[in-house]
């Protein structure tokens, strides 16, 4: 059987996130709706990662493992015909039997968006955290080095989560200013529930990120930065591909 | 009585454009509401044209010549407080009695752009004209220069039209390439109705615009673009202004 992999861009403000609930609109059944009509049969569409109500994606990837076989190179036009006009199907490929979105991952890489102004701006409304005062980008990129590494992330879960392994390796943490906008790149291995945004509110807000590391603790951490800002930017399924970010990201200061 | 000329971005989509009408909801309408709730009296609010139903504007003016004084610097703040999410306040000044943002202008600079990709994009959706075919956009910006200078431009006119003068100076047309995305650039003395966007259809299809200058008939020039990809950018009001705008224009591959 074969078995595709869609790599897909979203606006989550309208979704409840990834995961198939009742009640709710949520990627993975918007996802699976498109391919029922694509496939002609409704197929599993397994998603790399649980995302938060209202958190966005540039580059989530999922599955299907497919009763039936469709040329890969028509799938993203053919799957666009069908989805909303804020779920877009950016490309598909083949992949080696026993792929698995999740658990073929070996890292993941999300992206922050902060619009640094007083200003709202009507384009990017909804897209990125409104944050009024001022930023000093380079100091910023400094302190969330502190990230990097092995470390217990604990101060940096939403209290609640039942993870008890609170161990995560992060590559990098990146600070970079584009005019009236600042972006946050991190990657690690895995995620914790709301760390990404914990990891920068707590960066916005200057508290001690090594203290919170030593002593992981939630209460140690900063404030979680709202959903808006937050993009699953991408899925790293090779160490040749992860590497080669990480050389990207320890070397650039102007990153795409 | 204080003249206040604000600057405006808005997302045209859930407008009938500018000007205020009975039984749609306008621009004009919805700025003069919040001025409305920050004068503390419904002033009149003068915009610098009528753009059509859709458009989109990054650096509409309008003025307000108001019974009541406020301080400028508090403008944009207090109206973005009552504005809604899709139109913002971004600058305010105080202009000399007499000021009108409509004859005050000498000169307007428009932007279109075009998606140039099969695939749409969920976070530009609406915002640009989804263009599937190839575009050069070097030899597009080479066969605009046409437009550039003093010419009847009948041909690039909506019929319906009542305007008879149709004799129009274009200071520049410009076209950059930025990735994915082309960004068409051009001022004039004043547009005629859907002026921009069937010179935009025109270059797109490789009409010949040097036929079409010279027997303005609307047959003679390309279809037009539709209101999606097209934003108000700028409002000249002074000579040096538009000279420098025009010099950067001339001069550079890459603008802003």
């Known amino acids: 059987m074969p078995v595709y992999a869609l790599t897909i861009a979203y606006r989550g403000t309208a979704y409840s996130g990834w995961q198939v609930q009742k009640n709710a609109v949520t990627v993975q059944e918007t996802v699976q709706d498109a391919a029922e009509r694509v496939f002609g049969y409704r197929p599993d569409v397994t998603g790399c990662s649980r995302t938060d109500s209202g958190v966005h994606a540039l580059g989530y990837v999922c599955h299907i493992e497919s009763e039936k076989e469709i040329p890969v190179e028509k799938l993203p036009l053919a799957m666009n015909m069908q ?3 804020d779920l877009s199907v950016v490309s598909a490929r083949l992949e080696a039997e026993g792929f698995h979105a999740r658990y073929s991952a070996i890292g993941k890489e999300y992206m922050y968006v902060l619009r640094n102004s007083r200003i709202k701006d009507p384009f990017t409304d909804g897209l990125c955290y409104l944050y009024p005062f001022p930023i000093d980008e380079r100091a910023a990129d400094g302190r969330g080095r502190s990230f990097e590494g092995k470390h217990d992330f604990g101060a940096f879960m939403s209290t609640g989560s039942k993870i008890k392994d609170t161990v995560r390796t992060v590559y990098y ?20 529930y709301n760390m990404v945004r914990i990891m920068v509110g707590t960066v916005l807000k200057g508290t001690d990120i090594n203290a919170a590391l030593e002593t992981p603790e939630r209460r140690m951490a900063g404030p979680t930065a709202p ?30």
Do not use: H, Q, W
């Open 227 to 256: 959903a808006e800002g937050l993009y699953l930017n991408r899925v790293f399924y090779s160490k040749e591909e992860l590497e080669a970010r990480c050389r990207e990201m320890l070397r650039c200061t102007d990153v795409e």
């Open 83 to 85: 989805l909303p006009r």
């Open 173 to 192: 943490f990146r600070v970079v200013r584009r005019g009236d906008y600042i972006c946050i790149y991190t990657a690690a291995d895995g995620f914790l």
